[in-house]
C-alpha cells in the first residue's frame, strides 16, 4: 500500500531556508511523478497550490513561479526519499506542505491536485517577517 510521510517543517524567520523531506513507499515506480502541494491558510479548505515535481526516470524538475530559483526538489532512490529545499523564505510561503505521487502525463507532470491519489499527511511551515 502506498505510503508518504512528510517531516522537516517549522518555524523560520523570512531569508531562512527549510529542506522537507518525504519517506515514500509502496507507489509504482514507472511513468509516475513524485511532488509538492502546499494549501496556504487563506485558500479554500482542501485547496493546494502546486510548488514543484520529478519524474524520476528522467530526472526532470518543474516549480512553480512563485519559488522557481529558490527551491530544489530531489529524490534519493536509495532512501526512498523525496527532498524540497526552499530558499530565501517569505512570509507568503506560509503554508501546509504535502508531498504526493501520481501518474506522469508522458514526459510531463500533471499540476493538477485532483489527478494525484497518494498523500502525506502534510508538514507545516510558518514563516514570520
Known amino acids: 500500500q502506498p505510503q508518504l510521510a512528510e517531516s522537516g517543517g517549522g518555524s523560520v524567520q523570512a531569508g531562512g531556508s527549510l529542506r522537507l523531506s518525504c519517506a515514500a513507499s509502496?507507489?509504482?515506480?514507472?511513468?509516475?511523478?513524485l511532488g509538492w502541494f502546499r494549501q496556504a491558510p487563506s485558500q479554500a479548505p482542501g485547496k493546494r497550490e502546486w510548488v514543484g515535481f520529478i519524474q524520476p526516470e528522467s530526472g526532470r524538475t518543474w516549480y512553480v513561479d512563485s519559488v522557481k530559483g529558490r527551491s530544489t526538489i530531489s529524490l534519493d532512490n536509495a532512501k526512498n526519499t523525496l527532498y524540497l529545499q526552499i530558499d530565501s523564505l517569505k512570509p507568503e510561503d506560509t503554508s501546509k506542505y504535502y508531498c504526493t505521487a501520481g501518474p506522469a502525463v508522458g514526459a510531463a507532470c500533471f499540476t493538477s491536485q485532483d489527478e494525484y491519489n497518494i498523500w502525506g499527511q502534510g508538514t507545516q511551515v510558518t514563516v514570520s517577517s
Open positions: 509502496g507507489y509504482a515506480k514507472k511513468n509516475y511523478c
